[in-house]
């Protein structure tokens, strides 16, 4: 018995230290599954696209030359490029600025309406279980088409929604809007249910008015949920494809292209996989700056607000 | 009662995996793989009625050559089968045998994704240079090489719906519709057609919408006709001949702002436009001609009206290619061009699907003359207007997509012909700068 009590106490120090330095090997045993995966289907790929993006490789692997920047110079030097950065930046902004608020909207509605609940919660949420596919056959089959599409013949107007460069963008982020925003909805409802109620009582009883009691009480203790979605949206809208290329293709005339489309048509229907990867590059670094100002701006909020 | 047949695991499984594999290949299978037939793995794009007549020729084969099996795969037309044969062929482990599109010929690199033809092969099997028309032998070949066999041409027709255009006195006294020459001569029928019509635009084609082509491919006939080129003869400098294509754009512009043309219609509208009788006439592909037949149109076709000088049309080809094989079966090369040549040998048989047979004396064969409409406009073989040999050029290529992207608001007067053009030249000229994907030297 002495002994095996005996035996850990003496390897104790040195294990202590490892655990302090966050290395043990135990860890390393439990976390080497992950880590394998996570090296062979993210780090390496990475790293290969990298390389791809400085070559001039095509489809096919072949024709694999070194050319160091010569993609990146071409890109940057290529309207089309930035034309449909600036598309992606549009869809962004247009996109993320209602899908925050009316996911925000949408919950307080629900969260207050007392009955069948589950209706409500049901409607808003619906769309966002439907796939890109079915959603873009949706609307760009029976709700834009000019002449029998549902909006303009309930209207009886003939606005050419998909096909006209001044109304194509926000007919996209129309579609956008009514398939994704159940998911920023049910985020603001669980953290919604998530506030005590005798915070409310406790103002109630104070005379605080219905609008007080959102503006000093609801919207700041949804900060940090506010915060997560701004956060998730901006990155998704970054990230915009299927619904552009099953609805417009990137047309009228590029107004709807964006930047992973152009990474697309220049991959696959060019064959140029190494400039599509530079391309790919350019908007992988332009996601990793805006989270890093998200990240710092969040960071400063929480710490003026604690 | 009788107890359920006794399955076994293996045989479900087997049985499971056949039908998987059944309905991957489009159920296509005609009958299974004997231990002796010799194998032809074959991938094609061709869908719709397309697809069910290349299906019966696939059977017809299997029939009179028992010892050969043709595994029939179809894949989605357009880019994703090109990036596919780009793809399986650079790896070495390709089909024996793949339906390609001559346009597309100079963009996939052909000697590092495709293997030459064998020209003796060929001749063994039946078929030499002076059984095809001769511009698309010619470009079947790069370099000197052939790395096709040609099987059709689908040139850019006028379909015209018979019982509108008898009401609107267009229709000679054999029933068929009066050709019209020039700009003006074209103008004047469009316009009798739409009184007839009740001033509804007679003309569709697919001027807007998804990726479109049509545009460029109406621009295409129409520039051709006027004797324009696009590109310099080493293909290296834009050739446009400013006059020429803007007066062709005008004049597209023109069927719009007069009401001749529904410049609102995409590709499914304007088809189904004319399939409906809201239209007289179609510019379409010839492709259509089963589909018409089908739904009982009163339709008949003829070649592209002559608008401005010759009868050129927009065309490009189905062809034959061998993807790059590291190690090819000579038993299974011997049974790919017997197949290849029952194929093309039979030309008569695809032409049903509308397509302008290739194959020579398939023109002269009383089965194909009997066809209606399909052999009236056969003439155009000699006259079609094939994209220039660049690697961004052919069906579904970066260069039809960008000029229909460039035209189509011409067609609609949201753009003036000279915004179009200078679009179009803007985009030809950043294909021109950009690399070949498939440089020369890989060959």
């Not at chain 1, 930035?82 to 209602?98: A, G, K, Y």
């Not at chain 2, 006439?281 to 009163?298: A, H, Q, S, V, Y």
């Amino acid at each position: 018995m002495t002994t095996t009590v005996a035996a850990p106490a003496a390897a104790a120090p040195v294990t202590e230290a490892k655990v302090r330095r966050g290395w043990t090997q135990h860890g390393m045993l439990f976390v080497a599954p992950f880590l394998l995966i996570y090296v062979a289907f993210l780090v390496w790929p990475v790293l290969l696209g990298l390389r791809m993006s400085l070559s001039s490789v095509n489809v096919a692997g072949t024709n694999n030359h070194f050319i160091g920047f010569g993609n990146y110079a071409e890109a940057f030097s290529d309207p089309l490029m930035w034309h449909s950065l600036w598309n992606t930046v549009v869809f962004t902004v247009l996109s993320t600025i209602p899908l925050v608020l009316l996911g925000l909207v949408f919950a307080l509605l629900v969260h207050n309406l007392r009955f069948v609940q589950w209706l409500w919660r049901l409607s808003f949420f619906g769309p966002f279980l439907l796939p890109s596919a079915v959603v873009s056959i949706l609307w760009l089959q029976m709700i834009y088409p000019p002449g029998y599409g549902l909006i303009n013949g309930t209207l009886g107007t003939d606005v050419p929604w998909l096909t006209d460069t001044s109304t194509a963008m926000l007919s996209v982020v129309l579609t956008t809007v009514w398939w994704t925003v159940g998911f920023n909805f049910l985020l603001y409802l669980a953290a919604l249910q998530s506030i005590p109620q005798h915070l409310y009582e406790a103002a109630a009883i104070d005379g605080a008015s219905a609008w007080q009691r959102l503006r000093s009480i609801t919207l700041p203790l949804l900060g940090r949920t506010t915060a997560l979605i701004v956060v998730l949206q901006l990155l998704a809208s970054l990230k915009v494809f299927d619904q552009i290329y099953l609805m417009t293709a990137g047309g009228p005339e590029n107004s709807t292209r964006s930047i992973i489309e152009y990474a697309y048509d220049m991959g696959f229907t060019g064959y140029r996989t190494g400039y599509a990867s530079a391309v790919s590059y350019i908007l992988f670094v332009l996601i990793v700056i805006v989270s890093l100002v998200q990240l710092r701006l969040f960071r400063k909020r929480a710490e003026v607000s604690s | 009662m009788q107890d359920p047949p006794d399955i076994s695991r293996r045989l479900l499984l087997g049985g499971t995996l056949a039908l998987a594999g059944a309905a991957a290949a489009g159920c296509a299978i005609p009958m299974g793989l004997g231990s002796s037939q010799t194998r032809v793995k074959y991938w094609h794009f061709l869908g719709a009625s397309d697809g069910i007549i290349m299906n019966k020729m696939v059977q017809a084969f299997a029939k009179d050559n028992p010892e050969i099996f043709v595994e029939e795969n179809v894949l989605a037309w357009g880019e994703p089968f090109y990036t596919k044969i780009a793809m399986a062929g650079s790896g070495g482990r390709s089909p024996d045998l793949a339906t390609f599109h001559l346009a597309r010929l100079a963009g996939i690199g052909a000697g590092a994704t495709l293997d030459p033809i064998n020209v003796k092969l060929l001749e063994e099997n039946g078929l030499t240079a002076a059984d095809f028309s001769p511009p698309i032998w010619e470009r079947a070949h790069i370099d000197g090489v052939l790395y096709a066999i040609p099987f059709d041409a689908h040139p850019m027709v006028l379909y015209y719906n018979t019982e509108i255009c008898g009401r609107a006195g267009l229709l000679g006294p054999d029933g068929k519709l009066k050709p019209t020459n020039g700009v003006d001569e074209l103008m004047a029928a469009l316009r009798r057609t739409k009184d007839a019509m009740g001033g509804k635009p007679p003309l569709a084609f697919d001027a807007l919408g998804l990726g479109t082509v049509g545009p460029w491919r109406v621009w295409w006939t129409l520039y051709a006709q006027s004797g324009g080129a696009l590109l310099s003869a080493d293909n290296t400098k834009i050739a446009i001949d400013d006059a020429k294509a803007l007066e062709v754009l005008r004049f597209m512009q023109q069927l719009g702002k007069d009401g001749l043309l529904d410049w609102r219609t995409d590709y499914g509208a304007s088809v189904a436009n004319f399939t409906n009788g809201q239209a007289a006439f179609l510019w379409n592909g010839d492709w259509e001609t089963t589909g018409l037949k089908e739904r009982k149109t009163p339709f008949s076709m003829t070649r592209f009206p002559s608008v401005f000088g010759t009868g050129a049309a927009q065309a490009d080809c189905h062809s034959f290619v061998l993807p790059h094989q590291r190690n090819r079966d000579p038993e299974v090369e011997r049974a790919t061009y017997r197949f290849i040549a029952y194929l093309v040998k039979n030309s008569a048989d695809w032409a049903v699907a509308g397509h302008v047979p290739a194959y020579l004396p398939a023109l002269k064969e009383p089965d194909y003359l009997k066809l209606e409409p399909q052999s009236e406009y056969r003439s155009v073989i000699t006259e079609v207007a094939l994209d220039p040999q660049v690697w961004f050029a052919g069906s579904a290529s970066r260069l039809w997509i960008e000029f229909g992207q460039a035209f189509s608001p011409v067609i609609g007067g949201q753009h003036t012909p000279e915004e179009g053009l200078a679009t179009a030249k803007a985009a030809l000229n950043r294909l021109l700068s950009a690399p070949n994907p498939f440089p020369d030297q890989e060959r």
